[in-house]
Each structure stands twice: as C-alpha cells, then as structure tokens.
DNA sequence: GTGAAAGCGCTAACAA
DNA sequence: TTGTTAGCGCTTTCAC
C-alpha cells in the first residue's frame, strides 16, 4: 500500500528491487514472473521490495530477451463503429489466450501500409487486419513474413487466414423474413466496392430465386454511410418496392430518415432491415430490424486461429472460417399493406394521427 | 525492389546486414539512422543489404538501448466517434515531432487502469488521456511519474497538463445564435455526469443570463447517447420552448429524431443546436447546427504540451489551455415563427405538405 | 570513416 | 533454492 512513488527519472529496474531485497537479480525475475525456483520466503520479501519501489517489468526488455514476443498487431479503422466492438472482443480473447495486442490504427493521414509497418517494427509475431483495403498481392506478401489474419473481408488467397459473416447468409435471413411477412417487391440498397458489399448482393439474388422472385429484383446504388442512404432514398421513393434491404446499418439510417421525412411510414409503407446491429440500430428510437455479426465469435476465432499459427497447431486446416449471423427482429418490418402487397408503386402519404 | 522475403523464422538483424554489406554492426546503425560518420559509398552498400534482406529495425531493441523511447501512450475510448478525430490528430501531432503513439483502448470489459497499466510497461515517456473518467488523485499519482496530458476533461490539479476545449464559450455561441435569431424561450438538454457537462450547462445559463433571459432557463436531463436525446425530446415537446442546446451531438439527434416523428418541425417549429460538430452532424440530411471543437489545435497542443514537459521547456507554463470551439451553422435553427416567438406553449402538429 | 567493446533490462542455462 | 554467466538487437563511447 505505502508505495512509495520514485521521483520522474531513471526507471526502476529488476536490479534495484534485488539489491533492495538483497538478493540477485535472476531471482526476482523468477518471483516476478510465478516461476518456480524460488522459496515462500524469498519470494515475500522480493514482492514487498518490488512494491515499495513501483517496480513495472519493462515489457520491451522481456520480449527482447524471450525468443516470443506475445504479442499480435491489430490494424483497425478509427472511423468504423464496428471495429470498436471488434477490438473489444480482440482484447478479451487475446487475454484468455495470454498474448498482448498491439494496435495500430488507420486514419484519414494514416494509411494501412504505415499501420502495418510500425507493427512490423514492434516485433509482432501475427497479424489481425480488421476489413483491410490492401491488396491481395500486398496481404500475401505479409503472409509470407508471419500469419495474417483478415477479418470481416473475404480474401482468395491461400497464404491468409479470413474470419469473416456470411455475408449472403445474411442477406437470406433478411429476405426469407421479408417474404414470410408477404413481400415479394424487395429491393436492395448496396455497399457498392465495400468489403463484404459483393456477397450481400450476391445473398440477395439467390434469396429472391430462391422464392422465385427473381424478376422483382431491384438493386439501387449505395454505400456505407448514411449520406448514401439518403440518396439511396429518393430512388426507392420512385420504385416503391414495399421492403427494403440495406448494406449496413449506417446506410439504412440514411434510409430511414429521408424516408420518414418524405412520409413513407416505415413500416408502414415499407420495411427496412440492416446489416451489423450497431448500436446505431439498437436505439430505442431507431429500433431497426437487422442483420447481426456476431463481435465476439469472430474476434475469438481470429486470436484462436493467430495462436494456432504461431503455435504451428492447425496449419494445414480450412482458411477461411465462415461465421453465420443471425437476425434481429425490431420495428421497422412488417407485413406489407393489403393494398400494396399486389399492387403497383402508387403514391402514400400517411397522417401519423 | 527485388526485396528477397525471408521465411518467416528468425527476424533479420542488424549483424545480417552487416555481414551482408561486409562492414560492421555499429556502421549499418548509423546508416539506418541516417546519422553522421559513413561514407556515401558504405551507405549505398548498406541500404542495398538492408533492402535485400529486407530488414526492419527493431523498435524495442532501439527503445531498450536508447535512454529516451520517444514515445507517447494514448488511452481513448473505442466507442467514442470523437475520440477517432482526437487519434487522428494525435498521430498526426506525434509524427511531425518525431514521436511514437502506443494505443492502448478502454473497451466494456477493460478500464481504464488497465489501459494505463499496458502503457506503463510499454516504457512510455508521457501519457495522453482523451475524456478519462478516473479520479483527480490516481491522475495526480500517474503525474508524479511521468508527465500527463488530459484532454476534453477539466482537472483541478497542478500536477496534470490540461488540453480542454471551452464549454462555456461553446454554449455561450449557441445561445448567443438563437437570440440572434429571435428566440427567447431556449432550452438546454444536458450531459449529466459526463466529462465537460456542468461547464456546458454553466455556459448555456451564463448566456442566458447575459441576454436577462434568466428566468427563462429550462434545463433537461440528458446524456450522451442518442437515446438520452429521445427521452430528454419528450419533455421538450410539453414544455415547448423555440430552441434547444443539446449537450453533443448523438443526443442531439436522438432529440431530432424524435421531435420529427412527433410533427414537430424543425427548424420550423423548434431550433436545435448540437456540440461537437462529429460526423453525424455534417450528415447532409442531417445537417445539424452545433458547436465544434478544433479536434487538429487541441491534439497538436497536447502533443506539444507532452514534448515540452519531457524536454523539460515550459515547465512553469499555464497547466490548463482552453480552446475556444467556434459555432457551424447548418440547418436546424432559424428564427421562430412569429407565433410561437411570444406566445406561451400551445400544441402544434405541421402538415408536411 | 570504420571497428571493437560495453551495456540498456530482462530471462535462459547452468553451476553451486 | 540461489547466484553466475551469457546474450536478445540495438546504440554509444572510444580507439584506430
């Protein structure tokens, strides 16, 4: 408890602890780290030394003389919601697992290839690259050096490791829930060349042949944020499909709010499901039926699989592991109205009294 | 360009290098750093086998051997879509003074000790903390050890840099606005217990009593989610005032949100003012007017304030600096209709049409 | 301009 | 159980 803080300067060290302990350095090291190697005795005396002086081990200097590191580099977008709740499952399984995380993060003045070497240059031994944009031919060449592990993207490239939603799974569990509700003009908002944006549309396509609704397909233009929801909107106010399914959840925000603006009451008029559950979708006021990735398992699976290299476990198992999500049921779906279920587009307006 | 990959194994080092180029280790140390004492012809030679062998230094070798590890520990939240500006800054900051940034993130399941914890060990020279929730006396502890900078949380204590911008001035713009514009009966919904709330709410109430408005002052329990914001617009609709400063800007547009779908129009029949101008705001079907803080001037200053602590300049300096936030006009504020700009609460309904 | 020797703080291997 | 010796990859004297 009295410990008593060293002034701002030179850093304590094991060597400081020992002579104050009175006894050589290795042997703190050994209490330091729970080895065994040292009596009850010692090592109650060595922790009260360290603790009246702060002792901190200096981790640089330990993984410098240790062959490993422990350590994995995370590459996230500072900008992306759902890299947050990424990072968060990435720190807890990382723990579980005994290994540091390093993170390194991407920003409008810091591109994925700085992220990355400044990781390379703290010596980690694998890599956890949360939707990257880099090329493949650059992401192998990576994979050369240590295991890469690409989260949330789906990559053709044997050398990586992917973890990553089943992104047409996803849009399935949408559109099989849109039908049962009585839709059959379903449109699509999509994520244009974002990661993931090619399975979803792909999912919807072969959700709407499979219900034999093929030729209802509608796929409008959008992207990942809410400005391209918006915009996204307006089309959807001329075709008047009577459901919608959006990239994410951003997006479907956009969706929402110019639709309500213009009077299309959702659910009303038109249903809207999105993709992630963000916490943009669990608020009470928005309550938006969505697609759900599922943080946890995917972060678990990807420290699992960075350990299962390292640890040379594994090596000759599946690449790519594809996690299924599953949907959220809120407010912004319903069956369709009796009058525009069969019908043509028509103009709606409704009195919210 | 011919960058021969080795295999993943031992790390490529300094002494494969030399042997490579046939010169010395302490030599391709001084190339690499591009320090002073080698011939251009040696230099080529080196960068030719550091380039082939595709070398990376090794930071925490550097670090351990060099007195000074140059290099800064930031904790920020991972949740929080400003703390993504503050990181971008501060990287930005950091890399022009030729500094390191260690990351480390408090997520639901780490706090904030443990982050500091990491960065400890890390060998940090100085600590930034964006928006930290920690008692003044652990911050006042961590300041006896290494300088620290909080930033967007005021501290009243002499040990610790203080990089904040004015919340008062902020809400001083805000309320200075909307009576420019015409309103009189101006509402704040607050921020609780969140870093920089009781500034705002002293702010909004200095400037109301700065236009004699005092007894006019309504202040509403909010918070920081857009959810606070939808609860907090239920009361706004019954005590119907013409304007309301919001306490940030996902409040804000769960406020928004609300009041639309409540017939309230907006700026029509209510204005709305937000704080921290984050990307939710400049949404264009969003648009919201709000109060910005100079995310760029505030990281460059903590930064600054860091480099000046450890290079031992500026000790005596003021501990605090306040940075005036200036006011982005968009659209949701206006004058008030002339009806309600006297009037006392009456219920209103608007046709959209 | 270049190389040899020492050491940053720590841990692994061995000896006592 | 404990201490001694060596060395991780790098930078810093200090000779030559």
């Known amino acids: 408890m009295t410990e008593e803080l060293p002034v701002r300067g030179r850093r304590t060290t094991l060597a400081d602890v020992a002579a104050r302990a009175g006894v050589s350095v290795p042997?703190?090291?050994?209490?330091?780290?729970?080895?065994?190697?040292?009596?009850?005795?010692?090592?109650?005396?060595?922790?009260?030394?360290?603790?009246?002086?702060?002792?901190r081990p200096?981790?640089?200097a330990r993984m410098l003389r240790r062959s490993r590191t422990r350590l994995i580099g995370v590459v996230f977008g500072v900008q992306h919601p759902f890299h947050g709740d990424?990072?968060?499952g990435l720190y807890t399984a990382a723990d579980a697992a005994d290994y540091e995380l390093a993170l390194s993060a991407v920003t409008p003045g810091r591109d994925e290839r700085r992220a990355v070497a400044s990781l390379l240059q703290d010596r980690c031994e694998a890599l956890i690259l949360l939707g990257p944009a880099l090329p493949t031919s650059e992401l192998a060449d990576l994979a050369a050096r240590m295991p890469v592990i690409v989260v949330a993207r789906p990559?053709?490239?044997?050398?990586?490791?992917?973890?990553?939603?089943?992104?047409?799974?996803?849009?399935?569990?949408?559109v099989d829930h849109?039908?049962?509700?009585?839709?059959?003009?379903i449109a699509h908002v999509d994520g244009g060349r974002a990661p993931g944006a090619a399975e979803?549309?792909?999912?919807?396509?072969?959700?709407?042949?499979?219900?034999?609704?093929?030729?209802?397909?509608?796929?409008?233009?959008?992207?990942?944020?809410?400005d391209d929801g918006a915009a996204a909107a307006r089309e959807l106010i001329a075709a008047r499909p009577t459901a919608v399914t959006v990239f994410n959840d951003r997006c479907a925000t956009g969706v929402l709010d110019v639709l309500r603006r213009e009077g299309v009451a959702v659910p009303g008029d038109m249903s809207v499901v999105g993709f992630d559950d963000s916490s943009l979708a669990r608020l009470s006021h928005v309550a938006l039926t969505t697609v759900a990735q599922d943080a946890g398992r995917i972060t678990?699976?990807?420290?699992?699989?960075?350990?299962?290299?390292?640890?040379g476990d594994a090596a000759a198992d599946e690449r790519e592991q594809v996690i299924p999500p599953h949907l959220v049921v809120r407010s912004t779906t319903a069956a369709p109205r009796a009058d525009l279920a069969a019908a043509p587009a028509r103009r709606v307006r409704t009195s919210s009294a």
Do not use: C, F, W
């Open 86 to 88: 990424l990072v968060s």
């Open 27 to 55: 042997l703190v090291s050994i209490v330091m780290r729970d080895a065994p190697g040292a009596s009850a005795a010692t090592r109650e005396r060595v922790r009260k030394a360290a603790e009246e002086l702060g002792y």
């Open 200 to 226: 979803r549309r792909r999912g919807y396509r072969e959700a709407l042949d499979h219900h034999g609704l093929a030729d209802q397909a509608l796929i409008v233009p959008g992207g990942l944020t809410e």
């Open 155 to 174: 990559v053709r490239n044997r050398a990586v490791d992917v973890v990553r939603t089943d992104d047409a799974a996803g849009l399935h569990l949408a």
């Open 300 to 311: 678990a699976l990807a420290v699992a699989r960075a350990v299962a290299r390292l640890d």
């Open 178 to 185: 849109l039908v049962d509700l009585g839709h059959t003009r």
């Open 58 to 60: 200096d981790s640089r």
